[in-house]
């Protein structure tokens, strides 16, 4: 018999929110469409970063948009807040420190 060649191996890994983390995303998102901040959000898997971005109209660019970059995890952390203009508003460790100010700006319109 001939030898076998084995197929040369490729791993393409896509980076994605896990279960927790997505479900943690989306209550978020869910309060902010019934206090009609909200009204369309778009979800990127890229090999590098995993992207949510919320927009206040589809037509727009997004509000705020939540990454998850794991090649940052030892350096100042996998997840930012990107505000409208490309600004990194906060990174971290954490995804619950990073959604915060969102969280406090939504008690805000609620309170009002």
Known sequence: MGVVTPFPERRV???AFER????????????MVSA???????????SEVAAFSAF??????PEYRIEKRPALRGRQGMYALIG???????RGHELAPILAPIERK????VAE
């Open 56 to 61: 206040r109209r589809a037509t727009e660019r």
């Open 106 to 109: 939504l008690l805000k319109l």
């Open 20 to 31: 927790a983390e997505m479900m943690r995303i989306l209550d978020l998102y869910g309060r």
């Open 36 to 46: 009609g901040n909200w009204r369309d959000y778009a979800i990127e898997m890229g």
């Open 13 to 15: 890994t896509q980076v």
């Open 84 to 90: 409208e203009g490309g600004t990194v508003l906060k």
